[in-house]
């Protein structure tokens, strides 16, 4: 295989990374408003669960980890948790039922009224993330939709919707991580001050 200078693909993978967390300013607003749900959530002993596909699925079990250990600092366990990791849930419901239905059935099983219900989709347009998200509003939860810029279904449904500022589905990645990250230390911040 031949090698190959990396530097402008470097480059221009940089460019589009720092523009789109560039404009991640423009929502302090709707980061705002989640940050608030997550930590009301938490407070009242709730839960806040996640749920995605592919990369997504990873971002739910890393973002659910981070409430569940700790981000930064020891604090007490938080109830965060993917339903993207019980392999036995999920195939057993996709091969009863079919894959469009495996989080709205989770989320149906497990979700109690107050929770948080996070669907994380970078098209927007995922059949199960938007069947997860609506099971959580008729379960009486405080459903978010975290899409790239379009938002899409996803959007429409959920009570919050963060749109990360790309269309490409690895700066959409980046920034649902980010702010992911931002909301984790929110929460962290707001425990600790509990004493």
Not at 16 to 38: N, P, S
Not at 44 to 69: T, Y
Request: aromatic letters at 6%.
């Amino acid at each position: 295989m031949k090698t190959l200078d990396t530097t402008s693909i470097f480059t221009r993978h940089l460019d589009g990374h720092f523009t789109a967390v560039q404009a991640l300013r423009e929502q302090g607003q709707i980061i705002q408003q989640m940050a608030d749900a997550w930590i009301s959530a938490l407070a009242a002993g709730k839960k806040i669960l996640f749920f995605g596909n592919g990369g997504s699925a990873a971002d739910a079990q890393h973002l659910a980890a981070e409430l569940c250990v700790r981000y930064r600092i020891n604090r007490r366990a938080l109830a965060g948790l993917a339903l993207t990791t019980d392999t036995s849930v999920l195939t057993a419901h996709s091969n009863d039922f079919g894959f469009e239905t495996v989080f709205a059935r989770q989320v149906e099983a497990i979700a109690q009224p107050g929770d948080v219900v996070i669907g994380i989709s970078t098209s927007g347009t995922s059949p199960n993330i938007i069947a997860g998200l609506c099971a959580a509003n008729d379960r009486g939860c405080t459903s978010i939709a975290f899409t790239g810029r379009a938002g899409a279904d996803c959007a429409r449904v959920a009570h919050l919707s963060f749109r990360a500022p790309s269309d490409v589905t690895a700066h959409v990645q980046e920034c649902h991580l980010l702010v992911g990250h931002v909301l984790c230390e929110a929460v962290e911040t707001a425990v600790s001050a509990e004493g």
